[in-house]
C-alpha cells in the first residue's frame, strides 16, 4: 500500500513542528555581515586594480610555467638519448 501525506505550511512552522531551532537572527546577522564586507571590498571591482592584481600574478605564474616546461623538456629529452 502506498500513502501520500501533503501537509501545507510555512517554513516556520514546520521548523518550529519539528523542534529546530529558529536561526533566523543569525542568517540576519550574516546577511549583513556579508553586506558589510561587500561593500568594503567594492574598490576591488575597480578594472585598474582588478587588472593590477592580476598582472603581478600572471608575470611570476607565466616565469613558472615556463621554467616547468623547460624542465619538462629536458627530461624528455635526456631520456630520448
Do not use: Y
Request: aromatic share 4%; proline share 4%.
Amino acid at each position: 500500500m502506498k500513502m501520500t501525506i501533503e501537509i501545507d505550511c510555512t517554513p516556520v512552522e514546520a521548523r518550529t513542528f519539528l523542534g529546530l531551532p529558529d536561526v533566523s537572527a543569525l542568517n540576519d546577522h550574516l546577511v549583513k555581515e556579508m553586506q558589510t564586507r561587500m561593500d568594503a571590498n567594492m574598490a576591488m571591482l575597480a578594472p585598474e586594480e582588478l587588472m593590477k592584481n592580476w598582472m603581478a600574478f600572471g608575470a611570476g605564474a607565466q616565469d613558472q610555467f615556463r621554467k616547468l616546461m623547460t624542465a619538462a623538456a629536458s627530461a624528455a629529452v635526456s631520456k630520448r638519448d
